[in-house]
Nanobody, 127 residues
Framework: QVQLVESGGGLVQTGGSLRLSCAAS????????MGWFRQAPGKEREFVST????????YDADSVKGRFTISRDNAKNTVYLQMNSLKPEDTAIYYC????????????????????WGQGTQVTVSS
């Protein structure tokens, strides 16, 4: 079992930055691929970014490429999402997710492939 707790959300103006954190507890964090997803009001949950357990591979949604960066610190059992140049359309609840993936380079961008989810953190970008 893995427990995930997101933090770092808040209210920011267009063009601003935020860094989200997701702290994991439970089984060995370093064998889990991690992902960030978001859900805006009235919309389905969508993929944002993912990282393999080793950190060697990442993949981002087109909508955030060049603006968001995912990273992880396995010693701290934490994954991060650095969000720059924020836009109003980035407003959503952001969720982190974990999936057991012992192959060092594996990552996943489908929500259904993830086994564990956090409760989410709200990000609001004002225009």
């Amino acid at each position: 079992q893995v427990q995930l707790v997101e933090s770092g959300g808040g209210l920011v103006q267009t063009g601003g930055s935020l860094r989200l954190s997701c702290a994991a507890s439970g089984r060995s964090f370093s064998t889990y691929a991690m992902g960030w997803f978001r859900q805006a009001p009235g919309k389905e949950r969508e993929f944002v970014s993912t990282i393999s357990w080793s950190g060697s591979n990442t993949y981002d949604a087109d909508s955030v490429k060049g603006r968001f960066t995912i990273s992880r610190d396995n010693a701290k059992n934490t994954v991060y999402l650095q969000m720059n140049s924020l836009k109003p359309e980035d407003t959503a609840i952001y969720y982190c997710a974990a999936r057991w993936a012992p192959l060092s380079g594996s990552y996943y961008y489908l929500a259904a492939e993830y086994q564990y989810w956090g409760q989410g953190t709200q990000v609001t970008v004002s225009s």
